[in-house]
């Protein structure tokens, strides 16, 4: 399983854009980055997933570069509801015994 | 589709009495994943089963915890005897996909409570 680094925390205001960027320097060419949201007292959340360049959904857009050893997640105009712990996780997940998913990203959205 | 279920939600016992945690995956996914989650050690990965085999249990704390996946719609994580450092929410959750690219569907959490 490839380490990640997140920035432990972030602060924003609401109707700004957030982005948080996660380094996996040893990410496998069959890995895929997947980022989850995990609100208090609730499991973590599927929000994207992609292998390369770009990619967007309804709630995000995934920026991954050509040499994949970083990627960035990008949250368009976040409200207060945004707040939430973001993790960034790359390859498959079978690292029993350890905090798989890192510390992630403590977002805290002010109004 | 219901999502994975667990069962119960919340669970307060006492030290050194038996506690079992029960998960309903997706209807569907073949792996299927037992967290536990502290402040102080995050979200850590106990076993994880595969077309219910269990494929990797090396983060499971000691020989009081067991985990089984009798069929596939059915997994239980057991505690005996539990113990106050037990104390933690587990989340089960599954997936489907392929080795590098699986998404993992997470369920709702038991939270536990030894005392």
């Known amino acids: 399983l490839a380490k990640t680094t997140q920035p432990i925390s972030m602060d924003s205001y609401e109707g700004q854009e957030v982005n948080i960027t996660c380094s996996h320097n040893?990410?496998?060419?069959?890995?895929?980055i997947t980022w989850y949201q995990q609100f208090p007292s609730q499991g973590p959340r599927f929000i994207i997933q992609?292998?390369?360049t770009k990619v967007t959904n309804e709630v995000a857009s995934l920026f991954i570069p050509a040499d994949r050893k970083s990627s960035t997640l990008s949250l368009p105009r976040v409200s207060l509801s945004d707040t939430a712990v973001y993790y960034c996780l790359v390859g498959f997940n079978t690292n029993a015994g350890k905090s798989t998913f890192g510390d992630g990203t403590t977002l805290t959205v002010k109004p | 589709d219901a999502g994975v279920i667990q069962s119960p939600r919340h669970e307060v016992t006492e030290m050194g009495q038996e506690v079992t945690l029960r998960c309903k995956p997706i209807?569907?996914?073949?792996?299927l994943f037992w967290y536990r989650q502290t402040m102080m050690r995050g979200l850590e990965l106990l076993i994880y089963?595969?077309?219910?085999?269990?494929?990797?249990d090396s983060g499971m704390p000691e020989d009081r915890f067991s985990a089984k996946m009798p069929n596939a719609s059915f997994s239980t994580l057991k505690i005996q005897p539990s113990e106050p450092r037990d104390s933690a929410v587990y989340f089960c959750?599954?997936?489907?996909?392929?080795?590098?690219?699986?998404?993992?569907?997470f369920g709702p959490g038991t939270r536990l409570l030894v005392l």
């Open positions: 089963f595969n077309n219910n085999v269990p494929i990797d």
């Open positions: 040893n990410i496998a060419t069959n890995d895929y």
């Open positions: 959750a599954s997936s489907i996909g392929t080795r590098g690219r699986e998404t993992q569907y």
């Open positions: 992609g292998y390369k």
């Open positions: 209807s569907g996914h073949n792996s």
